[in-house]
C-alpha cells in the first residue's frame, strides 16, 4: 500500500500549497487502496504513475489536476468522483 507522504512528495512537482497537496496525496493513497485503478487499468497506482498523468493535465495548481484526471477517469471507467479534492484546510 502507497502512503500518503510519498505522494505528498512526489506531488511537489505542481504547484499548490501544503495542505492541497496533502489532500490530493490522501485521495490518491485512497484510491491506490481501493484497487480501483489497477482493476480498470491494469497498471499500480504509485507516486510516478500520477505525476505523469498530472503532468498531462492543464498546468494549474494540484487539486485542479488531480480533479481533472479524476473526471477523465469517472468518464473512461465510471464510479471515481468519490475521490475528486472538495476543499482543503489551509
Known sequence: ???PAAFADALTVFSGSDAERAAVARLAADLAASGRYERDTGRE???PEVVE??????AE???SRW???IGSLDLAYGEYAEFVVRR???
Do not use: Q, S
Open 88 to 90: 482543503w484546510r489551509e
Open 61 to 63: 495548481r494540484v487539486a
Open 1 to 3: 500500500m502507497r502512503e
Open 53 to 58: 498523468h498530472l503532468g498531462d493535465a492543464p
Open 67 to 69: 480533479n481533472w484526471w
Open 45 to 47: 497506482l504509485t507516486p
